[in-house]
């Protein structure tokens, strides 16, 4: 069976291909990237997040081995993050803001958080004790399960550039935070969709396999062959993305 969409799904799959690439290279799923793209080719609304999670946690599972391979997860960088962001990101599933104002407050976040990655004399590193990075890590992974449990996404495009600002890791062990991180909120958000919604999710089945491919030619790249500031500047290139699809959003909500 083939899903009703405005382009052929190999067309789509070539693309996703080349999202997962990407987004895999700096430790993240590609949630949002695939929520617009199936959202612009006419996907059904209740369709569109349950493929984007599930691709979500396909990328991250890959992401995650790799880069624990490859030596560059560290237990103790990953877990505060984690355990903070379960409960909260359970919360923020249950808030509702006017779409107008996050979007807003979200763009430019995400355009400083671009900004320090293109301009890295701007950034300062802290250099804390491990009291206070653990009391960091905590307190930024609430506030980032919340974030994540709001908009629907597993909020590694978030987390990721915070733990290099803020000199908690280097640039691959914060790609590998990142894919645990979202790994975590995909499948529980999943999990969640999963007990109300029956979607048959065959029919996107050759995105699976191009989100595989690319994931895992992007995390192998991430982790072993491209550099730090490549790193980041791929990572900015995102941001910027993402902050060009809040526009159009926060244009189409004021029209």
């Not at 067309?11 to 996703?16: E, G, I, K, R």
């Not at 490859?70 to 877990?79: E, Q």
């Not at 379960?86 to 807003?104: E, H, N, S, V």
């Not at 400083?112 to 960091?136: C, D, M, Q």
Request: hydrophobic share 55%; glycine share 12%.
């Amino acid at each position: 069976m083939t899903p009703d969409l405005a382009i052929p799904i190999s067309v789509l799959a070539a693309v996703f291909t080349i999202v997962a690439f990407f987004y895999a290279s700096v430790g993240l799923g590609g949630g949002s990237s695939y929520t617009a793209l199936l959202a612009i080719f006419g996907a059904g609304v209740t369709t569109i997040p349950m493929v984007s999670l599930t691709l979500n946690v396909l990328v991250t599972t890959i992401g995650s081995i790799v880069f624990l391979l490859y030596g560059h997860a560290r237990l103790r960088l990953i877990a505060p993050f984690i355990l903070a962001s379960i409960p909260m990101a359970y919360l923020g599933g249950m808030l509702q803001l006017p779409k107008l104002i996050f979007y807003l407050l979200l763009a430019v976040s995400l355009g400083f958080a671009a900004a320090r990655i293109y301009f890295p004399g701007t950034s300062k590193p802290l250099h804390l004790n491990p009291r206070r990075k653990l009391l960091l890590a905590l307190g930024c992974g609430a506030i980032l399960g919340l974030v994540a449990g709001i908009t629907g996404i597993g909020g590694g495009v978030y987390l990721v550039p915070l733990i290099i600002l803020l000199g908690l890791g280097t640039p691959k062990e914060a790609a590998a935070c990142g894919a645990f991180f979202i790994w975590v909120n995909s499948v529980s958000g999943l999990l969640a969709r999963l007990q109300f919604n029956h979607v048959d999710l065959t029919p996107y089945f050759p995105l699976a396999v191009a989100v595989i491919l690319g994931g895992l030619a992007g995390t192998l790249m991430g982790a072993k062959r491209f550099q730090p500031q490549t790193l980041q500047k791929i990572l900015g290139s995102i941001l910027i993305l993402a902050i060009m699809m809040l526009g159009r959003k926060m244009v189409v909500l004021i029209i």
